[in-house]
Nanobody
Framework: QVQLVESGGGSVQAGGSLRLSCAAS????????MGWFRQAPGKEREGVAL????????YYADSVKGRFTISQGTAKNTVYLQMNSLKPEDTAMYYC????????????????????WGQGTQVTVSS
């Protein structure tokens, strides 16, 4: 049974930082796209920062480039999202997701390719 478990969400003031973690188990990580989506009320779910476990390629949404950094654990069972310079528009439920697809550079496959999802962790940024 594939499981993704997120942690690290919380409430911070604008300009603050949070570090999210996603621990995965139950499947081979090599060759998978794994990382973070977010969804705010009334908005569609969007890819935020993801990495291709087979090559360490990374994808970032334009809105978070330069502020967020995704990294893989040495054993590839955990991914981290370091979020700096947080803005109120970053407020959302953040979900860890994984799927057998490539991601990196400017390319992110459609959400339907991600078949494994975590429970979500809330990030709230106040102004």
């Amino acid at each position: 049974q594939v499981q993704l478990v997120e942690s690290g969400g919380g409430s911070v003031q604008a300009g603050g930082s949070l570090r999210l973690s996603c621990a995965a188990s139950g499947y081979t990580y090599s060759g998978n796209c794994m990382g973070w989506f977010r969804q705010a009320p009334g908005k569609e779910r969007e890819g935020v920062a993801l990495t291709y476990t087979g090559s360490y390629s990374t994808y970032y949404a334009d809105s978070v480039k330069g502020r967020f950094t995704i990294s893989q654990g040495t054993a590839k069972n955990t991914v981290y999202l370091q979020m700096n310079s947080l803005k109120p528009e970053d407020t959302a439920m953040y979900y860890c997701a994984a799927g057998r697809a490539y991601c990196g550079g400017n390319y992110l496959p459609h959400t339907s390719n991600f078949v494994y999802w975590g429970q979500g962790t809330q990030v709230t940024v106040s102004s």
